[in-house]
Structures are given as structure tokens and as C-alpha cells.
């Protein structure tokens, strides 16, 4: 796909920009709360080994997380979110890893990156925190630009469009004109199209399937789908589960291996993922089918 943006250059990552072929992001969530795997690595020790699990499955990146953003959740402290996330980032950069870190405070952005991340995944796009844009102006990291419209306690009030696709688009747009006018530089940032933010089940099979209209931003995207709410609802009353309920998350790696085949087919960057083999796995697959269309 020679001259698409998913082979656009990522500042700071030169090993994993230019690849032609769609990236894995492990998520390592060192949070008691979140809503697929909260709790299960919230000590240190826990954390730094999970990311090494996931790199041996396949990710290629990890994306070490101390706040949840379930819808409802509460916000934590910098403090707290600070000792969660940099030991772990710094034992992960230590061992190799290219790390980013999952947060929308630029004073954890800030320390993250003088931790070994170099990766910024703000899921606000510089919403959140107005100093976000120059701290990544000010390092140069790589900066994921998600779109958001608001904290997990509001962001379900928030999904009303006229048109999903072209608003996220232009909102992301907004936001990347803002990030510019601040000093960051086009080749740091990747957008994403936020799925399950201030976007209830349905609003996100539209965005999946034109993430070309992402693409005409003409920068990288990285989606995140894994086991999300609205792969919940599609899967209920699949053989074994319930018809009146969502699928429990657990239950939501197959499908969520399946968006990151088809994302991967359609050009993403990245797909970020809490199974990491799977998703290696799918994108695998589907380079290799688009491959061998290209050669025709
Ligand atoms: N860039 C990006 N970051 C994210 N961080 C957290 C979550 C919520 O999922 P989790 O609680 O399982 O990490 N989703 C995204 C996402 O879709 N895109």
C-alpha cells in the first residue's frame, strides 16, 4: 500500500513505521477497574510480565494504561496514576520494548516519556489537558490523537451526530489543526476513531467501515476494538450466551481477531488488542490475502 497513510512515517518509531503491514499494540491495564481485565495486573511485577507474555504472542508495541475509561468510571489521581504506570513503563523500555502510555494528563506524558515510552495514546486528542500538544511538541514522541468527546462519567450523554463518519472525521480534523498550530509535527501523529466512546453499539460498524475517511486526514490510524461493548451486542445469543444479554469480554477475542484482520485489509496502522497471538495472527492473514490480490 506503498503511499497510503498507514506507511506514512510515526516520529520515533522508526522500526515500526513504513512496514506495510498492520501493526499489533498489546494493552497492559494496571487498573483494578478496567472493564475487560481490571485487576488482573495492577502490581507492578504482574504488569511488567504481561507485557513480555504479549510481545511473545506477537504485539509489537505495548500500551501500559493506569486509568480506566470504562463508561462510569472514576477518575484517579496523577499520583496514583503516576505509580502505576511508570515503573512499569520503565521496566518494559528496559527490556527492549517500544512502549506507549495510555493517558490524557501531560504531566504523566511528560514522565512516561522520560521513562522510555515513546508513544503518546491520549484518548482525549489533547482535549482533556491543554498542555498535552506541547508536551508532545516539546519531546517529539509519537502522540495517538483519538476521537473523544468527553471523561468516561459524561461520554455516554455525548453520541448524538448528524453523520458518525464525517463528524469523527472532521472533529479529529479540528483537533489535529490544533495539535499542528501548537508546535507537533505531522509525522508524530496517529488518529483513531474512539470505538465505544461517546459512540453506543451501532455508531461503530459505520466508522470500522470507512476508516477511509480517516485515512483522507492522511496519517496512520490505530484501532481499538477489543473486546468492546458493541461486539458484546453483536455476539449475543451466539451459541452458549444468553440472547438478552452482551457477550461477557471474555468471550469477544474471536471477533475482535476478525476487526483486526479486516482493519488490517483496510489499511490500519494498528489495531490495539488485549489478545495479542490472535490479532498477530489475523493481521498475518490479512496481509497476506491483500498481497496476493495486489500481485494479481
Ligand atoms: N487509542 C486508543 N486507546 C484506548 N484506550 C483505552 C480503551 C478502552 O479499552 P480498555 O479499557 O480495554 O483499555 N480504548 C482505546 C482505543 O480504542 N483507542
Redesign the pocket.
Known amino acids: 500500500m506503498s503511499g497510503h497513510p498507514r506507511d506514512a512515517e510515526v516520529a520515533g518509531l522508526p522500526g515500526l513505521s513504513g512496514t506495510g503491514r498492520c501493526l499489533v499494540?498489546g494493552?497492559v491495564?494496571i487498573?483494578p477497574d478496567?472493564?475487560?481485565?481490571?485487576g488482573e495486573w495492577f502490581e507492578p511485577e504482574a504488569g511488567v510480565q504481561h507485557g513480555l507474555d504479549l510481545l511473545a504472542e506477537g504485539a509489537d508495541l505495548l500500551?501500559v494504561?493506569g486509568e480506566?475509561?470504562?463508561p462510569g468510571s472514576a477518575r484517579v489521581s496523577e499520583d496514583e496514576e503516576l505509580r502505576r504506570v511508570i515503573p512499569v513503563i520503565g521496566r518494559l523500555a528496559a527490556h527492549g520494548a517500544v512502549v506507549s502510555v495510555?493517558t490524557t494528563r501531560a504531566s504523566v506524558a511528560q514522565r512516561a516519556v522520560e521513562a522510555g515510552a515513546r508513544l503518546v495514546?491520549?484518548?482525549s486528542g489533547g482535549l482533556a489537558d491543554p498542555r498535552m500538544a506541547h508536551v508532545v511538541a516539546d519531546t517529539g514522541v509519537a502522540y495517538?490523537a483519538?476521537h473523544w468527546r468527553g471523561h468516561a462519567d459524561v461520554m455516554d450523554g455525548l453520541e448524538v451526530y448528524d453523520d458518525v463518519v464525517a463528524d469523527v472525521r472532521d472533529e479529529l480534523s479540528a483537533r489535529l489543526d490544533v495539535l499542528l498550530a501548537a508546535g507537533v509535527d505531522q509525522k508524530q501523529v496517529v488518529l483513531?476513531?474512539?470505538?465505544?466512546?461517546s459512540k453506543a453499539g451501532a455508531l461503530n460498524w459505520p466508522l470500522l467501515a470507512h476508516l477511509d475517511a480517516l485515512h483522507s486526514l492522511g496519517r496512520p490510524v490505530?484501532?481499538?476494538?477489543?473486546?468492546?461493548r458493541f461486539l458484546g451486542h453483536l455476539l449475543a445469543g451466539s451459541p452458549g450466551l444468553p440472547a438478552d444479554e452482551p457477550a461477557p469480554p471474555l468471550a469477544r477475542d474471536d471477533a475482535t481477531a476478525a476487526i483486526s484482520a479486516l482493519a488490517a485489509a483496510a489499511g490500519a496502522w494498528a489495531v490495539?488488542v488485549?489478545a495479542a497471538r490472535a490479532s498477530a495472527d489475523a493481521v498475518r492473514v490479512a496481509d497476506a490475502w491483500t498481497s496476493a490480490g495486489l500481485a494479481g
Open positions: 499494540m494493552v491495564n487498573t478496567s472493564f475487560s481485565d481490571g500500551d494504561g480506566s475509561t470504562r495510555d495514546n491520549d484518548v495517538v483519538m483513531d476513531p474512539g470505538l465505544g466512546f490505530l484501532v481499538g476494538a477489543s473486546r468492546k490495539r488485549h
